[in-house]
């Protein structure tokens, strides 16, 4: 079992850059491959980027290539996503996600533990 908390989320506007992070706690992170997901109103569940267990591999869903990075510190726990360039159709609640591998997170499926989620809200 693993427990994940996000922080960082709030008010940018448009072209702004926000960081969020996820605390692990539990089995240590390095044990999972790690995401984030975001949900917004009346819309579905989008993968938004995914790492392996090392960092070595990482991968974006394609409205944030080249706007976000995932990374990692595996030592502290924690999973990072600096978002840039930030636009109003970012604004969901993000999700930091964790399972077995990056398969499932980048196929869009349901990982298998998820934080509570953090407001992330663009304006124009």
């Known amino acids: 079992q693993v427990q994940l908390v996000e922080s960082g989320g709030g008010w940018v506007q448009a072209g702004g850059s926000l960081r969020l992070s996820c605390a692990a706690s539990?089995?240590?992170?390095?044990?999972?491959?790690m995401g984030w997901f975001r949900q917004a109103p009346g819309k579905e569940r989008e993968f938004v980027a995914a790492i392996s267990r090392s960092g070595g591999s990482t991968y974006y869903g394609e409205s944030v290539k080249g706007r976000f990075t995932i990374f990692r510190n595996n030592a502290q726990n924690t999973v990072y996503l600096q978002m840039n360039s930030l636009k109003p159709e970012d604004t969901a609640v993000y999700y930091c996600t964790a399972d077995q591998s990056t398969t499932t997170m980048v196929a869009g499926r349901a990982p298998r533990f998820w934080g509570q989620g953090t407001q992330v809200t663009v304006s124009s």
């Open positions: 539990g089995r240590t992170s390095s044990n999972y491959a």
